[in-house]
């Protein structure tokens, strides 16, 4: 009877594998479609993508990716290159300034005692969940009046708040820590900046690189800061919106459109193919703690 049993559990452990391994299979299916129908209509003609767009390309023009590159694609008269380093400048600038302050943010929180920490951990909590969509118009105004909307040189600081997912994978880590550490250095003679940089901080390398390279990936693919904040300093994502909003007015600019998309996606697809482990595996330790 033990051996009935035992074969009609691992059957049903069978079954349920292969149904799983068959519904993610078509789930990838219907996520890799979309990128390699844009591969496709990127090397079409004009005439080919019009005539029918799911179609298997028959002309292979390579050379729509060279227009990208020559000031076909553009917008606002900035080039794909001129786009391209927007984007860079503004995830550098939006992921170090956005981590630093959630460090130290998550650091003071989960290490220190002071009046109102639970407070502040609760509105941290409630600004990651509640979306606040009303405050749109009023972040605008205030950022207006403080003439920071198109200025790259102030609007860095509305950046620095540290309020979003860092902190809490911050703050999970954080309590994580032994503080048998920090004792340790402070009968060494070293300050708070010390232990913070030289003892604690080096136990969270490898948490920090996740959070940077999740924000470097969504950085990278938003246009909505960048439509409401700094429209006169485009970048890829922004221009690619404008530029397919307007492609209809550019002669044969669809496949261009298709190839500027795909070139745009290759940076972000290496990244987190090469890091994928590393995400998931710190995001869930530090989710778990605290």
Not at 255 to 280: E, G, N, W
């Amino acid at each position: 009877m033990k051996n009935i049993a035992s074969k009609h559990a691992n059957l049903s452990e069978k079954i349920t594998a292969y149904v799983f391994f068959t519904l993610f299979i078509f789930i990838a299916i219907l996520n890799i479609y979309p990128l390699i129908w844009a591969i496709n209509n990127s090397l079409k003609t004009f005439d080919n993508y019009m005539s029918n767009s799911f179609s298997l390309t028959q002309d292979w023009l390579f050379k729509n990716y060279v227009r990208v590159f020559t000031g076909e694609f553009h917008y606002n008269n900035v080039p794909y290159l001129g786009l391209l380093i927007n984007s860079l400048w503004i995830v550098i600038v939006k992921v170090f300034v956005n981590v630093v302050s959630s460090t130290m943010l998550a650091y003071a929180v989960a290490r220190f005692r002071f009046p109102g920490k639970e407070l502040l951990y609760v509105i941290v909590i409630f600004v990651n969940t509640i979306p606040i969509i009303g405050a749109g118009p009023a972040a605008f105004k205030l950022l207006h009046a403080l003439r920071m909307v198109n200025n790259p040189l102030t609007i860095w600081l509305s950046w620095a708040s540290g309020f979003d997912f860092a902190f809490i994978v911050l703050y999970g880590y954080f309590k994580g820590v032994s503080p048998a550490y920090s004792e340790a250095a402070y009968i060494d003679g070293a300050g708070e900046l010390v232990t913070l940089f030289k003892i604690i901080l080096p136990q969270v390398v490898p948490c920090l690189v996740a959070i940077i390279i999740t924000q470097a990936i969504g950085v990278w693919n938003d246009y909505g800061t960048v439509m409401i904040y700094l429209r006169e300093t485009p970048n890829l994502a922004y221009g690619l919106y404008m530029f397919n909003n307007t492609a209809g007015y550019v002669e044969e600019s669809r496949p261009i459109y298709f190839a500027a998309a795909v070139i745009s996606s290759i940076p972000i697809i290496v990244l987190y193919t090469c890091t994928q482990k590393l995400i998931l595996t710190n995001m869930t330790a530090g989710g778990l703690k605290g």
